[in-house]
Structure formats: structure tokens, C-alpha cells
């Protein structure tokens, strides 16, 4: 037995790839289907069929065409209106077609004899450093000094160069992968970085970086995902997992999605990040603690790779996507993948996409005064929104439906109003069904297991994965690039989700609780005790078609606006919003801030505090810093002649091309410094890599702390007075 993991789409032919390197190749012929009145505008098909599909539900009469490849099908849908399955690609039919899963058991037929996972593959882990004197690499100039590797539990290993002369180090690397022929290469960030240098630098050696199964060498691509370019690598017969796309999809709270922010926010140890400006001192100095670094760095990948790949399994499992395309997949994609699963098990056609849709209120925010509270109840409607379109049959097609297709009754709330079916079950309101009951029986199942048992771990990370297509069908129905998209019922939901969570706060307030804020699917009480708050939620379980659950009891917590506030909970500082929770504010500013937070969070004095805040103004004033501690980060979202706004990205962009002849790419990350000097700040932002601590501009570094703590303390100042003064009150008189 075999476990299938990954396939390609080559000139009329779907390769499919087994573990070990078994190939299968299987002739395919792409399709599209069109309306019949529309049949005799199709050129260049290979053969037809008559079909009957369902479009929105109503059953039509339709051709399908085949081709001889994808490229001879696109030639012939131009021009044309109204084709449907030519967003699918060649694989994807296939995949469809065949309900072949992805990490299924097969024999050299396809015949599917079980469930696999990761581990009936060989993995290939690696990670590189690329040496560059000013830590900004240059694609064919800047030498891989060092890989490691490690082959799936084995340990860490490290090929290095001796000197600078990087040539025996890919050759070795190269002779390595195909000795070791693994099924799967797995890093961080690689296709972006060290795969890119190591094939520049391969070519400046007279070598091939040859690590497909068949000796090719890596093929990029690229596409715009979420503000930025993000790269691909395809290897030939290899799943190349990049880790950072999930930690750019999933993690959008990490303000540089960098393998050690990540490893933090998932709770796996990591070595202190080496910036790769520091690089070329210390591998002069002690060339065996860079190897040590980059021993651990790879360590640390491999166990953020425990904790999130089996996850990703899961989902190319359900959503029919092979894990190379999944993980590089916006969850768009992603539940767009399923509800294709389930469009075509039921016979539907599949529409092409169509602009526009128009904006709509979304959830509702509401906030009752800045300030300090105690005992705050945080109250969270488990799968609100999914709720929602099961409970009122909220689909694509069954609000606002075609003419014939069901009887409808008018529904009206916050404004809103739309037709929707009555005695027609919509298709994503039975995924939404079938999904919700499934989460619960593998949930029900896990408590009957020991924890971190095998069978316990493999349920929960399909229970995680049946979560994510769940909660993001909602967000489905507006995207833009939607092909099964309904504006209308997106607006409907987004209604139902801002009257139901004014009625729980209605709910509350009857009780004698006092609602504090409201963020789209989330309440947060004070007034009340952990069974209290337990009361009402059960009680608005029983009232309501939802489910809400009390998530926590914070023993204190800080607003100072709307979708800005911090929690402490159980001692842990709990936040949203906060400057020390983003990108675009220094190391030593987020350190006080959240410093100061904690303070006020745990009861302490405003002298205290003061001190607190003297001490970090004192290491700015004395520059008793690192460089790490005052940079600034921005990426780069454009090209830099679009600017409309003159930011420091663009300042330092400038700076870098006309002053080192360094181009900006769209979605580079730049590390900022303000240095001294006339001008605006903006006008005086220099790349971090090229300036030293002396040179910054302490007052400005002084000033934004100090702005951001007055900020911070304000809210404090602020607290809701109930019968008595608090203690608070009268640290901040």
C-alpha cells in the first residue's frame, strides 16, 4: 500500500504522486460546460456530452466539452458567457471527479484501502543562511553559507562551507535530497529566501539544483495573497510545504509572521532570533555558534511542523486539496474547495466568478467607556455565524432565490431585508448541518480519550480542520472572489449576527449584569461571578437558535477603545489592539507599554508605574539599547512609485535603491530606524541594516514612548464609577 499526497497537471495528463516516488500517470481531459443555446459558439473540443446539471438549484440543460489540455480549453471559453467548471483547474476535476482524497491508503490502482498521514512519508526538513555583509541578500552575489537538514526524527544536521565558497555546499545538499528521496521537503519562509539564493547561487556554480524526483529543478511562481507577493516553488513530485504561508493565513495577529513570533504564539521554545544583518560578524567571530543557531532554528521548525501540519492534513483530506496548493490556499480557497465537493456530489454546475457585490454592515461594535473593570465576563457565541445560516436556511441560492425554486417568506432585521426559501434546504445550510453535528461527535469522542493520546491528537486535528471550513462559510458567501457568492445573504447573516447579540445583551442587563463591550461575536460582562455568568449563558441557550459559551472570567481588564483592551486572566495578559501586540511600533516601546498594562492589570501604583517608565526613557536617553530594541517594521504592500503617501517604507525604499542600488519588491518586510537630522520623521527613516544605535534620534524614540504610555494611562483615568472609589482611582487623581 501507498499513500497518495500530491499531483501535477502535464499536457493532458494528471501525474500522481505515491509515497516513495511511485508515479502514476492517467490521461485526463479538462472540461467546461455551457448553456445548450450556446453550443455551436464552442471551437477546438476534443468531444460533447448532453448533460443536466443544477445552476443555483434549478435544473438546466447543458453541453460539456472536453479538451485536449487546459491550455486549448481556456483558448476556447473566450469570448464566451456564462461557463461553468472553468475555475476548476485540471486537477481539481480530477480530483472531483474520482473522489480521490488526498492522504488516503491506495494500491497501484487508485483503489482506496484506508485513511495515511505524514508519517507514511519520508520528510525532509531544511533551513539555510545566506550571507550578505549589509543583511540584504543578493540573488546570485550573497553565498548559502550554511543548510541544515533534518530527515523525518532524525537530528539535526549542518552542511557548511569552510570559506565562503558555497559550491560544496549545494552540491553536497543536492546529492543529499536525492539520496534521501523524501516525499515531502518542509521549512520556513524557503521559497521566498534560501530556495531563490540556492538556485542563483547553483547557476554561478555551474551546478543544477536538481531536487525534483526526476532531476528538475525548482519552478517558481507567485501570486497576491493577502498584501503581498507570496512565492511558490514547485518541485516535481515532491510536496513542498512552506510553513509561513499558514502563518501569514492563519496568524494574522503576528506582526512579521516570522518562524520565532510563531513559535511563541503556539508555545514551542525557539533560540533567540539572529537578525541576518548579524550574521556576517558572527560567523567570523564563532562560526560554531552560528551552526548551533541554526541547529536550533531548525528544531524549532520542525516542532512548529508537529503542532500545525497534521491540522493541514485534515483539511487537504476534506477540501479535496493536496497539501503543496492548501497551504498556500486563503481560506476562501479553502472552504471554496469544499463547498466544490459538495456542489459536485449534487450535480451542480460550477459559475465563474462575477465582480461586484457591494459593501455591507458587518458585525456590531459597541464599547460603554474607556477605562478599568473588574470581574469581566467574556462571553463567545461558538460558530455564530454558521449558527445562524442553519437556523434561518441562509444559502446562495436560497436567499433572494431563482424564480421556481422554492416557496419564500420575507424576512426583515437591522434594516435588512430579503426573500428566503421555505421548503427548499439550502446546499450551504446542509454543509453548515453536517459539519457543526460532526464537530461535536469528534469532540464528544476526544473526552472519552486520554489526553495526548495518538487517537485523541489525530480527532482533534479534524476537529480543528471541520472548525475552519465551518466558521469561514459566512465570510464565503461575500468574497469577493466567490464563485458560488451571495452579497444579499452575506448582508442577511451579517443582520441576524448584530439583533441576536443585542438580545443577549438585553438578556444580561435583565439579569442585573452590565454589558461593557461588544466586538461581532463576542460580549464581555462585569457584574456577576463565574456562575453567574454561567447562568445566563445556559439561559440564552435555551432562549436563542445559537450557542454561547463562557470563555473566560478576566481578573481585571483595560479598554481604551473600540477592539483595544487587555485582559488578565489567570495571571496571563490577554490582549487585542494594543501597540505591544503590532509591528509598526520598537521593541522598547511595546516592552513598556505591556509592561505598564501588567501593572495596572495587577493592582500596582502609579508611583510604581512612573518608575517602571523612567527606567525605560533612562535606556533610550543613556542608549543602552540594541538596535533589535528601536527598530520599526513595515512591509511593503506596492510598488514604490504608487505611493499616494510618503511612509517610512517608502522613505527607506528610496533610500536603499538610489543609495546602495537595493530594489524594494512588493511585500518585502523592511526594518526601520529613525535617524537624526532635518526634516520629517517620515524623511529621516533609514533601513536598520546600514545605521548603528548612535545614530538614531533618542528624543523621537522618548517622545513616542512616552505618547503611547500617556495614551495608555488616560483609559485608567477614565474608570466607571460605581458607589465607592477604587483603588485605582486613587493611584491616577
Request: glycine fraction near 8%; include cysteine.
Amino acid at each position: 500500500m501507498k499513500t497518495f499526497y500530491h499531483l501535477e497537471s502535464r499536457d493532458g495528463l494528471i501525474e500522481i504522486w505515491l509515497s516513495g516516488g511511485k508515479l502514476i500517470r492517467r490521461k485526463f481531459r479538462p472540461y467546461f460546460l455551457v448553456h445548450r443555446d450556446k453550443e455551436g459558439l464552442v471551437s477546438g473540443y476534443l468531444d460533447k456530452e448532453y448533460v443536466k446539471v443544477k445552476v443555483r438549484g434549478i435544473d438546466r440543460d447543458m453541453v460539456k466539452f472536453y479538451f485536449l489540455d487546459d491550455k486549448s480549453r481556456k483558448r476556447a471559453a473566450k469570448g464566451l458567457e456564462e461557463v461553468f467548471n472553468l475555475e476548476l483547474n485540471p486537477w481539481e476535476q480530477f480530483l472531483l471527479d474520482t473522489g480521490l482524497e488526498p492522504f488516503s491508503e491506495v494500491d497501484e490502482g487508485l483503489h482506496v484501502l484506508g485513511e495515511s498521514s505524514l508519517d507514511s512519508l519520508t520528510k525532509f526538513y531544511f533551513s539555510g543562511v545566506i550571507y550578505s555583509e549589509d543583511g540584504f541578500p543578493v540573488e546570485g552575489k550573497s553565498p548559502v553559507i550554511a543548510i541544515a537538514y533534518s530527515v523525518d526524527d532524525g537530528p539535526v544536521e549542518v552542511i557548511y562551507a569552510s570559506d565562503m565558497d558555497d559550491g560544496q555546499v549545494l552540491k553536497e545538499f543536492v546529492e543529499l535530497v536525492k539520496r534521501v528521496d523524501p516525499d515531502v521537503l518542509i521549512g520556513y519562509g524557503h521559497d521566498a529566501d534560501e530556495l531563490q539564493h540556492m538556485s542563483a547561487r547553483a547557476r554561478v556554480n555551474g551546478l543544477r539544483l536538481s531536487l525534483g524526483r526526476e532531476g528538475e529543478e525548482p519552478v517558481q511562481t507567485g501570486r497576491f495573497f493577502r498584501g503581498m507577493i507570496l512565492v511558490e516553488q514547485k518541485i516535481r513530485g515532491r510536496a513542498n510545504i512552506d510553513m509561513f504561508p499558514i502563518a501569514w493565513r492563519d496568524f494574522p495577529q503576528l506582526p512579521t509572521k516570522t518562524w520565532y513570533e510563531l513559535a511563541d504564539e503556539i508555545g514551542v521554545s525557539r533560540p533567540k532570533a539572529l537578525m541576518k544583518f548579524r550574521i556576517p560578524d558572527l560567523w567570523r567571530r564563532d562560526k560554531d555558534q552560528l551552526i548551533g543557531y541554526l541547529k536550533e532554528k531548525l528544531q524549532t521548525i520542525k516542532e512548529i511542523s508537529s503542532k500545525l501540519l497534521p491540522n493541514q492534513v485534515e483539511l487537504s483530506r476534506l477540501v479535496l486539496r493536496p497539501i503543496h496548493y492548501l497551504v498556500r490556499s486563503p481560506v476562501g480557497e479553502i472552504v471554496e474547495s469544499y463547498v466544490f465537493r459538495e456542489a459536485h456530489s449534487k450535480g451542480w454546475a460550477i459559475p465563474g466568478k462575477s465582480p461586484g457585490g457591494g459593501g455591507y454592515a458587518g458585525g456590531y461594535v459597541w464599547l460603554r467607556a474607556p477605562g478599568i473593570y473588574e470581574g469581566v465576563g467574556y462571553l463567545d457565541f461558538a460558530s455564530m455565524y454558521p449558527s445562524i445560516m442553519a437556523s434561518h436556511n441562509i444559502s446562495v441560492e436560497t436567499v433572494n432565490p431563482p424564480e421556481g425554486l422554492c416557496r419564500v417568506k420575507s424576512l426583515s432585521i437591522e434594516g435588512t431585508s430579503a426573500l428566503v426559501c421555505e421548503d427548499y434546504r439550502g446546499i450551504l445550510s446542509e454543509i453548515i448541518d453536517r459539519l457543526l453535528r460532526m464537530r461535536s461527535e469528534i469532540k464528544g469522542k476526544m473526552k472519552a480519550l486520554p489526553e495526548g493520546s495518538p487517537e485523541r491528537k489525530r480527532l482533534d486535528a479534524i476537529q480543528r480542520a471541520v472548525k475552519v471550513i465551518t466558521n469561514a462559510t459566512y465570510g464565503y458567501l461575500g468574497w469577493e472572489g466567490a464563485c458560488f457568492k451571495n452579497p444579499d445573504a452575506a448582508r442577511l447573516v451579517a443582520a441576524l449576527g448584530r439583533f441576536y447579540i443585542k438580545k443577549v445583551k438585553e438578556m444580561a442587563e435583565s439579569r442585573g449584569l452590565k454589558a461593557i463591550y461588544i466586538d461581532t461575536d463576542g460580549i464581555q460582562l462585569t457584574g456577576g461571578t463565574t456562575e453567574v455568568y454561567q447562568e445566563l449563558v445556559d439561559y440564552v441557550n435555551e432562549s436563542l437558535p445559537l450557542r454561547i459559551e463562557l470563555e473566560y472570567v478576566a481578573e481585571r481588564a483595560i479598554y481604551l477603545t473600540k477592539k483595544k483592551y487587555a485582559h488578565l486572566v489567570n495571571g496571563r495578559l490577554v490582549a487585542k489592539g494594543f501597540e505591544f501586540v503590532r509591528r509598526d511600533y520598537p521593541n522598547i516601546v511595546k516592552e513598556a507599554q505591556r509592561k505598564v498594562v501588567e501593572m495596572l492589570l495587577m493592582g500596582e501604583g502609579i508611583e510604581k508605574i512612573k518608575k517602571v517608565v523612567r527606567k525605560y526613557v533612562k535606556r533610550i536617553e543613556e542608549l543602552k539599547v540594541e538596535k533589535e530594541d528601536l527598530i520599526i517594521i513595515e512591509t511593503i504592500g506596492k510598488e514604490v512609485e504608487r505611493f499616494e503617501r510618503r511612509t517610512k517604507g517608502y522613505y527607506v525604499a528610496k533610500w536603499l535603491k538610489e543609495r546602495k542600488g537595493i530594489e524594494v519588491h512588493r511585500g518585502q518586510v523592511l526594518r526601520i530606524l529613525i535617524v537624526r537630522g532635518g526634516g520629517s520623521v517620515n524623511e529621516r527613516a533609514r533601513p536598520a541594516e546600514f545605521f548603528s544605535v548612535e545614530d538614531v534620534d533618542k528624543e523621537y524614540y522618548i517622545r513616542l514612548l512616552e505618547q503611547v504610555i500617556e495614551r495608555t494611562l488616560e483609559a485608567a483615568k477614565n474608570v466607571i464609577r460605581e458607589e465607592r472609589r477604587t483603588g485605582l482611582e486613587q493611584w491616577l487623581a
